[in-house]
T-cell receptor, first 113, second 115 residues
Framework: GAVVSQHPSWVICKSGTSVKIECRSLDFQATTMFWYRQFPKQSLMLMAT?????????EQGVEKDKFLINHASLTLSTLTVTSAHPEDSSFYIC?????????FGAGTRLSVL | DQQVKQNSPSLSVQEGRISILNCDYT??????FLWYKKYPAEGPTFLISISSIKDKNEDGRFTVFLNKSAKHLSLHIVPSQPGDSAVYFCAASWEYGGSQGNLIFGKGTKLSVKP
């Protein structure tokens, strides 16, 4: 089946630093990728929709200057958390669409100290 | 306002019995529904889906039923196995512009299957 690779799986960083998370579709091309965030014991919350070659569409309440999304190719989207703060600590998950289905990466656990 | 609701945060079932996970939705534009299984600290894994033109889809031990008039779908797992213990998310989407839109997720139901 379709495989989506997300890297890193876990990152710890100091407050004020930036962290980049990569999402790759390994065996298919994805014109659209999504970025989700999951708080403990809560559902997945869509942060933004990333379309190859164009600007990402952010959901209401998500700061686009803080969560920079780049979708430079049909197989790669990146999420950069800029000037991270402890409240940004969360589980971030990407997905890539293939037809009507979304395939998810394994997620990235971000801990900001 | 939640468009996809899973009103049971948890469900406990004995091994070998049937697990029934329920999901309700409010947006009549939804035309595609999916169930995902998720373990802690992992990404969701696709389980089964159903289009709004159908009322049932079956894949092995997993069957999804859709009642459009009631805006209700359910996932049946028969027989339940301890390895099925996980959080199950119901998700919905609709087609626009010729492609499927983003998924709207329910809050999930934690299934525990006891040996």
């Amino acid at each position: 089946g379709a495989v989506v690779s997300q890297h890193p799986s876990w990152v710890i960083c100091k407050s004020g630093t930036s962290v980049k998370i990569e999402c790759r579709s390994l065996d298919f091309q994805a014109t659209t990728m999504f970025w989700y965030r999951q708080f403990p014991k809560q559902s997945l919350m869509l942060m933004a929709t990333s379309n190859e070659g164009s600007k990402a569409t952010y959901e209401q309440g998500v700061e686009k200057d803080k969560f920079l999304i780049n979708h430079a190719s049909l197989t790669l989207s990146t999420l950069t958390v800029t000037s991270a703060h402890p409240e940004d600590s969360s589980f971030y998950i990407c997905s890539a669409t293939l037809g009507a289905l979304q395939y998810f990466g394994a997620g990235t656990r971000l801990s900001v100290l | 306002d939640q468009q996809v609701k899973q009103n049971s945060p948890s469900l406990s079932v004995q091994e070998g019995r049937i697990s029934i996970l329920n999901c309700d939705y409010t947006n009549s534009m939804f035309d595609y529904f999916l169930w995902y299984k998720k373990y802690p600290a992992e990404g969701p894994t696709f389980l089964i889906s159903i289009s709004s033109i159908k009322d049932k889809n079956e894949d092995g031990r997993f069957t999804v039923f859709l009642n459009k008039s009631a805006k209700h779908l359910s996932l049946h797992i028969v027989p339940s196995q301890p390895g099925d213990s996980a959080v199950y998310f119901c998700a919905a989407s609709w087609e626009y512009g010729g492609s499927q839109g983003n998924l709207i997720f329910g809050k999930g139901t934690k299934l525990s299957v006891k040996p």
